[in-house]
């Protein structure tokens, strides 16, 4: 597979880098079914060119084995096998249950959409650094980024306090502020990190906020920062015992953009209403931690089970929801409940 910098890969015939554009020169029998005038255009979203080209040999012929993919692209087996594991994990390809190992193109628009909000998230995060100048440069030295110090029982302290300040919305990111109920009619959501959900304890204390607070909780493999912001008018931002408070501002505006692609990206905590198609609360947890990236053994470790259990009970999910395949049963959990309508969001699907 091509290295950073877009290094050649001997049997591509073009850069596979993450920024491979078009790829003019691919010449592999797979490239060449994909008929003239076809670009190879997902270099932007961080495909390289090499498995978009496995990924147009898979659309091809459903149900290929390795070998046959080997032949329809003339590559050797090896460099299938890790092209095919990285589709995987993109969600562009899916592996077929028997042997020997075959694979599925899976439906590319939701997998495509994650890439892009991915992207999106990067040219968000520039944006911070962008308007934190813009501001610095308007504000004419008068800086709208206080430092928070006194410890971490004050900056606690600070935010019950703008958590009690809130009219109309509370968002929080990354890891949960102390816990202060909000007044009736304000809508409070939540983004959390695998790193902070790495215990049963902390999972239990994220279920205990959806439940007492009346949040809307999500789950994303990284989040890159601690963040409570109320009414989009104060954000704060935490690093170990001190913090930062944001006031309306350009670099405000950019963190809270941050924050909606963070949710649009993460996936609920619970993802399945319980009941529908015999899903517990428990089934849609493990769903929703499966369907975030995290593997059966971390799973296993967070929900404080074997990691045979997990795999024992995504496969009766997988059946329960007539879903051949993870990405697929996780696509239909978030039917349910899109159909559920669940309190607090109607949007949260």
Same mark, same amino acid.
């Given at each position: 597979?091509?290295?950073?910098?877009?290094?050649?890969?001997?049997?591509?015939?073009?850069?596979?880098?993450?920024?491979?554009?078009?790829?003019?020169?691919?010449?592999?029998?797979?490239?060449?079914?994909?008929?003239?005038?076809?670009?190879?255009?997902?270099?932007?979203?961080?495909?390289?060119?090499?498995?978009?080209? &496995?990924?147009?040999?898979?659309?091809?012929?459903?149900?290929?084995?390795?070998?046959?993919?080997?032949?329809?692209?003339?590559?050797?087996?090896?460099?299938?096998?890790? $092209?095919?594991?990285?589709?995987?994990?993109?969600?562009?390809? =899916? $592996?077929?249950?028997?042997?020997?190992?075959?694979?599925?193109?899976?439906?590319?628009?939701?997998?495509?959409?994650?890439?892009?909000?991915?992207?999106?998230?990067?040219?968000?995060?520039?944006?911070?650094?962008?308007?934190?100048?813009?501001?610095?440069?308007?504000?004419?030295?008068?800086?709208?980024?206080?430092?928070?110090?006194?410890?971490?029982?004050?900056?606690?302290?600070?935010?019950?306090?703008? +958590?009690?300040?809130?009219?109309?919305?509370? @968002? =929080?990111?990354?890891?949960?502020?102390?816990?202060?109920?909000?007044?009736?009619?304000?809508? $409070?959501?939540?983004?959390?990190?695998?790193?902070?959900?790495?215990?049963?304890?902390?999972?239990?204390?994220?279920?205990?906020?959806?439940?007492?607070?009346?949040?809307?909780?999500?789950?994303?493999?990284?989040?890159?920062?601690?963040?409570?912001?109320?009414?989009?008018?104060?954000?704060?931002?935490?690093?170990?015992?001190?913090?930062?408070?944001?006031?309306?501002?350009? @670099?405000?505006?950019?963190?809270?953009?941050?924050?909606?692609? &963070?949710?649009?990206?993460?996936?609920?905590? =619970?993802?399945?209403?319980? !009941?529908?198609?015999?899903?517990?609360?428990?089934?849609?947890?493990?769903?929703? @931690?499966?369907?975030?990236?995290?593997?059966?053994?971390?799973?296993?470790?967070?929900?404080?089970?074997? +990691?045979?259990?997990?795999?024992?009970?995504?496969?009766?999910?997988?059946?329960? @929801?007539?879903?051949?395949?993870?990405? +697929?049963?996780?696509?239909?959990?978030?039917?349910?409940?899109?159909?559920?309508?669940?309190? !607090?969001?109607?949007?949260?699907?």
């Amino acid at each position: 597979m091509a290295g950073e910098g877009g290094e050649r890969d001997p049997g591509d015939g073009t850069a596979a880098g993450p920024g491979a554009g078009a790829g003019a020169g691919v010449t592999t029998g797979a490239a060449a079914e994909a008929g003239p005038g076809v670009p190879y255009g997902l270099g932007p979203l961080g495909v390289p060119a090499g498995e978009e080209v &496995l990924y147009r040999a898979a659309l091809a012929r459903p149900g290929a084995t390795v070998a046959q993919l080997a032949a329809a692209t003339g590559w050797d087996p090896a460099r299938v096998r890790r $092209r095919a594991l990285a589709l995987e994990r993109w969600g562009l390809l =899916v $592996r077929l249950p028997g042997r020997p190992a075959r694979f599925g193109p899976a439906p590319p628009g939701p997998a495509l959409e994650a890439l892009a909000l991915r992207r999106r998230e990067e040219i968000e995060r520039a944006r911070l650094v962008a308007a934190a100048l813009a501001d610095g440069f308007r504000s004419g030295g008068r800086s709208v980024v206080e430092t928070f110090g006194g410890g971490p029982e004050a900056v606690d302290r600070f935010a019950l306090r703008l +958590q009690a300040s809130a009219r109309r919305e509370v @968002l =929080v990111l990354g890891a949960p502020p102390p816990p202060a109920a909000a007044g009736p009619g304000i809508r $409070r959501r939540a983004v959390y990190g695998h790193a902070w959900l790495d215990s049963p304890e902390r999972l239990a204390a994220a279920r205990e906020a959806a439940a007492g607070l009346g949040e809307c909780s999500r789950v994303l493999a990284e989040v890159p920062m601690v963040l409570l912001a109320v009414d989009r008018t104060t954000a704060l931002v935490r690093d170990g015992a001190t913090a930062l408070v944001l006031r309306p501002s350009a @670099l405000l505006d950019g963190v809270l953009a941050l924050g909606e692609l &963070l949710w649009e990206r993460a996936v609920p905590l =619970v993802p399945a209403a319980p !009941g529908a198609h015999g899903l517990s609360e428990e089934d849609g947890r493990l769903l929703a @931690l499966s369907a975030s990236g995290l593997t059966d053994r971390a799973i296993a470790r967070r929900l404080g089970v074997a +990691q045979r259990t997990v795999e024992r009970r995504m496969r009766r999910i997988m059946n329960a @929801l007539g879903a051949r395949t993870r990405f +697929q049963a996780g696509l239909r959990a978030a039917e349910l409940t899109r159909s559920a309508g669940p309190p !607090g969001d109607p949007r949260d699907a």
